[in-house]
């Protein structure tokens, strides 16, 4: 049995093992795959993985082996799920590893926000503490989070558990989504609908799906209704915001921050206008990516291909 990775190099550069691959067929690894190479790496495989390397109802027509696509991300827009449906491919996704590590990434940028570390940081390695008559400087107004309220957008396995550790900084709660899902037992937490959270939150931080129903959900219009103080949080997906009408927003001091771990388009081209936008902290796209939550991935990855070929497939994507 073939089985092809077309784009193994961001879950693996070289510190995870693929032997749990191996041991299921004849595994073949590529770390990078161009739409170009497609067809004649996939050709003749029954399982194929991929992370960012797309697989729409074209591809799949040309290669009538196929049986399983196993994405290695929880984000399954790359594959036309409803496509593979009608042709019998079982796809799946990695619905839970990255939950502690994107959490723990929406805090790293808040507290940055707040705390300004780097700044500061650096302040004092280019003589400015040592030439300063105080004890202490700061070089910007800092933030404390307790009292303030966190709205956050998608409430499900990350959100909760933002909101966990929100909780713990003596945030305030407001959480929006479709699903409610069982209840929360957190203190301080309400349900809002999404122009209150809006305009109640200090924070708002992002953690729903990419559909169509939530493209450019950041806007003009809806930026417009948030705090000229609110910070916000992007660690979901890029195209959650409208990237003009947000650099507009920090330019003109509408809102007070922004820190976004996702962009539109990945890689950004040079004139993403949130490249030179004020107050706007970007990493690139790095909160899934602790050694840890990689291995957790790839050992589900694993038992999602197991369970497959037991005839009990998981974390099955419904077309």
């Not at 290695?72 to 019998?88: C, Q």
């Not at 959490?103 to 040592?130: I, R």
């Not at 990945?266 to 790095?286: F, S, V």
């Amino acid at each position: 049995m073939k089985i092809v990775v077309l784009d193994g190099y961001t879950l693996n550069p070289g510190d995870l093992s693929w032997d749990g691959l191996e041991t299921a067929g004849d595994l073949i690894i590529y770390d990078y795959t161009e739409k170009s190479d497609i067809y004649a790496r996939a050709v003749g495989a029954e399982i194929l993985f991929t992370n960012k390397t797309p697989l729409n109802a074209e591809m799949m027509d040309q290669l009538p082996g196929l049986r399983y696509i196993g994405i290695l991300a929880t984000g399954y827009n790359v594959v036309d799920v409803k496509a593979a449906a009608e042709r019998g491919i079982i796809v799946t996704n990695i619905p839970t590893y990255g939950t502690n590590s994107v959490a723990q990434m929406v805090f790293a940028l808040l507290l940055e926000m707040c705390q300004h570390v780097q700044l500061h940081s650096d302040a004092v390695f280019k003589g400015e503490w040592t030439q300063n008559r105080d004890f202490c400087f700061w070089k910007t107004p800092l933030i404390e989070l307790s009292g303030k309220t966190i709205g956050i957008v998608g409430f499900g396995r990350i959100g909760r558990q933002v909101a966990k550790i929100a909780e713990a900084f003596g945030m305030r709660i407001l959480a929006q989504d479709k699903f409610h899902g069982e209840a929360s037992d957190l203190a301080s937490f309400a349900w809002v609908e999404l122009d209150d959270l809006l305009r109640q939150a200090d924070v708002v931080s992002l953690h729903c799906p990419l559909f169509p129903d939530t493209a450019g959900l950041i806007n003009q219009a809806s930026i417009a209704m948030m705090k000229p103080s609110a910070l916000l949080i992007n660690t979901s997906r890029g195209g959650l915001i409208v990237d003009q009408d947000l650099a507009d927003a920090l330019n003109s001091g509408r809102i007070a921050g922004a820190a976004l771990d996702v962009l539109s388009v990945e890689p950004p081209p040079a004139d993403n206008p949130l490249l030179h936008a004020k107050n706007c902290l970007i990493t690139p796209h790095i909160s899934w990516a602790t050694a840890e939550a990689r291995s957790r991935l790839m050992d589900i990855a694993v038992d999602n291909l197991e369970a497959f070929l037991a005839g009990n497939p998981v974390n099955v994507i419904k077309g």
